[in-house]
Each structure stands twice: as C-alpha cells, then as structure tokens.
C-alpha cells in the first residue's frame, strides 16, 4: 500500500495505491495525517468506529476525508484506519463503509500543521483497478 501527493494548481492532489479498495481508504487516511502533520507524532491513543453509504466508492472516499476532517476541526486527529466496504443492492446509498479510525486528541504543540486543508472535491477523482489492486486519485481543496 502506499500513496503519494502531487501537485495541482493551489490544491494538494492524493494518489493511493492499494491491494484492495479497503486499503485504499486505509491509505486515505495515512495520507490525509500526512497532509496535515507529521504521522510520527500522532499517536494511536483512541479508536473510533466510522460508518458511510453513499451510491460508489467515489463519493465515498471523498466524504470519508471529509468526515476527518470534520473530526480534526472538532479537535481530533487521525493517524491509521481500516475499512471494510460492503455492497447493498436494495439502497439507493448501495455502498457501505465501515471503518476504525485510530488516532488522539489534536495537540498543536504535538501536531504542527503543514497544510491547511478545507475539503475533498470531486476534482479529478478516480479510483481504478489497477496492476496488484486499485488506484485512486482524489484532490483536496486548500
């Protein structure tokens, strides 16, 4: 698993690579604390259970970094995650993410910020098969 940023004209674009879509959100969330801070110092004190639907697992990547980022601005920092995705063919919302967030309170002693970030958008994004997996590609709004 692994994810890289790029750059995109006054945004900070995400690609993530990943064994499974499960992994992708798990690098998702390792990128998104890797934006923000460095991962080092934030320390897995606490979990907190996640759970989504939204129509494909492009909606839901993004409001699954909107939603840590909700939690960061609500004083609360993510360092790992892992995900489970589930298909439900009889909801208009036919896909589900359940996922266990680690992380800590936000120190900003502990956690200095590299980067403001304002929102995940539907920018460019993508999540592909790819060789050995998925890829996606989502950009994040400064």
Not at 91 to 109: K, M, T
Request: glycine share 6%; proline share 4%.
């Amino acid at each position: 698993m692994t994810f890289r940023f790029f750059d995109h004209t006054a945004d900070l674009g995400i690609e993530l690579e990943a064994p499974t879509r499960d992994g992708l959100f798990a690098e998702a969330a390792a990128a998104f604390c890797a934006a923000l801070t460095e991962p080092s110092r934030v320390e897995e004190r606490d979990t907190r259970a996640l759970e989504l639907a939204e129509a494909d697992d492009g909606l839901l990547l993004v409001a699954f970094l909107n939603e840590l980022l909700f939690w960061f601005e609500q004083g609360w920092i993510c360092r790992s995650a892992t995900a489970a995705l589930h298909s439900d063919d009889r909801s208009l919302s036919a896909l589900r993410l359940e996922a266990r967030i680690s992380g800590e309170p936000y120190d900003p002693e502990r956690h200095p910020v590299k980067v403001l970030l304002k929102a995940a958008t539907y920018h460019g994004l993508e999540i592909d098969r790819a060789p050995g997996g998925y890829r996606a590609r989502v950009v994040i709004d400064l």
